[in-house]
Protein backbone atom coordinates (compact mmCIF):
# COMPACT_ATOMS: atom_id res chain seq x y z
CA UNK A 1 0.00 0.00 0.00
CA UNK A 2 1.21 3.26 -0.46
CA UNK A 3 0.41 6.79 0.81
CA UNK A 4 0.39 10.23 -1.05
CA UNK A 5 0.72 13.40 0.37
CA UNK A 6 0.20 16.94 -1.77
CA UNK A 7 2.02 19.71 -1.19
CA UNK A 8 2.53 23.06 -2.69
CA UNK A 9 -1.29 24.04 -3.70
CA UNK A 10 -2.06 28.39 -2.51
CA UNK A 11 -3.10 31.24 -3.63
CA UNK A 12 -1.49 33.10 -6.95
CA UNK A 13 -2.80 35.52 -9.81
CA UNK A 14 -3.69 34.97 -12.94
CA UNK A 15 -0.82 34.06 -15.75
CA UNK A 16 1.64 32.77 -12.55
CA UNK A 17 2.90 29.46 -11.89
CA UNK A 18 2.94 27.04 -9.06
CA UNK A 19 4.42 23.74 -8.37
CA UNK A 20 2.74 20.93 -6.55
CA UNK A 21 4.78 18.08 -5.28
CA UNK A 22 3.37 14.74 -4.27
CA UNK A 23 5.02 12.67 -1.69
CA UNK A 24 5.14 8.78 -1.24
CA UNK A 25 5.35 6.54 1.72
CA UNK A 26 5.15 2.71 2.00
CA UNK A 27 5.73 1.75 -1.57
CA UNK A 28 8.31 3.30 -3.70
CA UNK A 29 6.66 5.17 -6.71
CA UNK A 30 8.24 2.96 -9.42
CA UNK A 31 5.87 0.60 -8.54
CA UNK A 32 2.97 2.64 -10.03
CA UNK A 33 1.87 5.01 -12.45
CA UNK A 34 1.24 8.37 -11.46
CA UNK A 35 -1.21 11.23 -12.12
CA UNK A 36 -2.88 14.29 -11.46
CA UNK A 37 -6.64 15.28 -11.38
CA UNK A 38 -8.46 18.41 -9.58
CA UNK A 39 -12.35 18.76 -8.48
CA UNK A 40 -13.83 21.94 -8.71
CA UNK A 41 -16.45 22.68 -6.28
CA UNK A 42 -19.76 21.40 -7.94
CA UNK A 43 -17.80 19.42 -10.36
CA UNK A 44 -16.84 16.00 -11.38
CA UNK A 45 -12.72 15.02 -10.40
CA UNK A 46 -11.28 15.53 -13.51
CA UNK A 47 -8.44 14.33 -14.90
CA UNK A 48 -5.22 16.45 -15.80
CA UNK A 49 -1.41 14.70 -16.71
CA UNK A 50 -0.46 11.01 -16.34
CA UNK A 51 3.17 9.91 -16.10
CA UNK A 52 4.44 6.29 -16.52
CA UNK A 53 6.25 4.59 -14.47
CA UNK A 54 9.40 4.86 -15.89
CA UNK A 55 8.55 8.47 -16.68
CA UNK A 56 8.91 7.83 -20.39
CA UNK A 57 5.66 8.30 -21.25
CA UNK A 58 2.91 11.24 -20.52
CA UNK A 59 -0.59 12.28 -21.37
CA UNK A 60 -2.53 15.63 -20.43
CA UNK A 61 -5.52 16.45 -20.76
CA UNK A 62 -6.37 19.25 -23.87
CA UNK A 63 -7.30 22.28 -21.06
CA UNK A 64 -4.09 22.01 -19.32
CA UNK A 65 -1.91 21.10 -22.63
CA UNK A 66 1.20 23.42 -22.68
CA UNK A 67 1.04 24.69 -19.59
CA UNK A 68 1.41 22.03 -17.24
CA UNK A 69 3.93 19.54 -16.78
CA UNK A 70 3.58 16.08 -15.37
CA UNK A 71 7.38 14.81 -13.89
CA UNK A 72 8.64 12.34 -11.27
CA UNK A 73 11.97 11.93 -9.16
CA UNK A 74 11.46 8.06 -8.08
CA UNK A 75 14.89 8.23 -6.17
CA UNK A 76 13.10 10.85 -4.11
CA UNK A 77 9.87 9.11 -4.57
CA UNK A 78 7.77 12.00 -5.69
CA UNK A 79 5.71 13.15 -8.42
CA UNK A 80 5.36 16.88 -9.63
CA UNK A 81 3.07 18.78 -11.27
CA UNK A 82 4.15 22.33 -12.91
CA UNK A 83 1.52 24.34 -14.02
CA UNK A 84 2.08 27.76 -15.51
CA UNK A 85 0.04 30.56 -17.23
CA UNK A 86 -2.83 29.77 -14.91
CA UNK A 87 -5.98 30.98 -15.40
CA UNK A 88 -9.05 31.89 -12.72
CA UNK A 89 -10.81 28.47 -13.97
CA UNK A 90 -7.86 26.21 -12.57
CA UNK A 91 -8.93 27.44 -9.17
CA UNK A 92 -9.68 23.64 -7.61
CA UNK A 93 -9.04 20.86 -4.92
CA UNK A 94 -5.72 19.03 -6.80
CA UNK A 95 -5.11 15.76 -5.83
CA UNK A 96 -2.38 12.58 -7.18
CA UNK A 97 -3.27 9.56 -7.81
CA UNK A 98 -1.49 5.96 -8.17
CA UNK A 99 -2.39 3.44 -10.44
CA UNK A 100 -0.95 -0.13 -11.29
CA UNK A 101 -2.20 0.87 -15.10
CA UNK A 102 -1.03 4.42 -16.76
CA UNK A 103 -4.66 5.49 -17.56
CA UNK A 104 -6.37 8.76 -17.47
CA UNK A 105 -9.79 7.35 -15.84
CA UNK A 106 -10.89 7.87 -12.46
CA UNK A 107 -11.79 4.46 -11.57
CA UNK A 108 -8.53 3.31 -12.73
CA UNK A 109 -6.83 4.93 -9.65
CA UNK A 110 -6.11 2.72 -7.09
CA UNK A 111 -4.71 5.27 -4.30
CA UNK A 112 -5.57 9.21 -3.91
CA UNK A 113 -3.45 11.61 -2.02
CA UNK A 114 -5.58 14.35 0.27
CA UNK A 115 -5.74 17.07 -2.36
CA UNK A 116 -4.39 20.42 -2.22
CA UNK A 117 -6.11 23.78 -2.65
CA UNK A 118 -5.41 26.08 -5.62
CA UNK A 119 -6.65 29.18 -5.70
CA UNK A 120 -5.88 31.68 -9.16
CA UNK A 121 -7.36 35.25 -8.42
CA UNK A 122 -7.89 37.22 -11.44
Known amino acids: QVQLVESGGGLVQAGGSLRLSCAAS????????MAWFRQAPGKERAFLAA????????NYADSVKGRFTISRDNAKNTVYLQMSSLKPEDTAVYFC???????????????WGQGTQVTVSS
Open 97 to 111: AASNIFSARVDYMGY
Open 51 to 58: ISRSGIST
Open 26 to 33: GRTLDNYS
